[in-house]
């Protein structure tokens, strides 16, 4: 699996509960909630897979990969990109 693509996956899980809650807060459209919720629910689970298969995930990466929202975004700068270290392991 591509650093690229789970990265992308990552971005989409947060941008969608970004939406959910926004929607939540203000006007409570039933179908924002019926659209976000699946692309949600999709890419989290696209995420904590991909980073399980993941061949270069450190187990930390696999663990931050289940927690929702924000999990898949640290787990994704854990595993850093191919052929760089990864900018979690440079402050060490």
Do not use: K, Q
């Not at 409570?28 to 629910?41: K, R």
Request: hydrophobic content about 50%; aromatic content about 6%; proline content about 4%.
């Amino acid at each position: 699996m591509n650093s690229l693509i789970l990265r992308v996956g990552a971005h989409i899980e947060f941008a969608s509960l970004l939406v959910m809650l926004a929607n939540l807060a203000t006007v409570h459209h039933d179908a924002v909630s019926s659209l976000m919720g699946p692309v949600h629910g999709c890419a989290y689970l696209f995420v904590a897979v991909g980073v399980w298969a993941y061949g270069g995930a450190s187990p930390a990466a696999r663990l931050l990969a289940l927690v929702p929202g924000i999990g898949g975004l640290l787990a994704v700068r854990r595993i850093g990109s191919p052929g760089t270290a990864s900018s979690a392991s440079e402050g060490d």
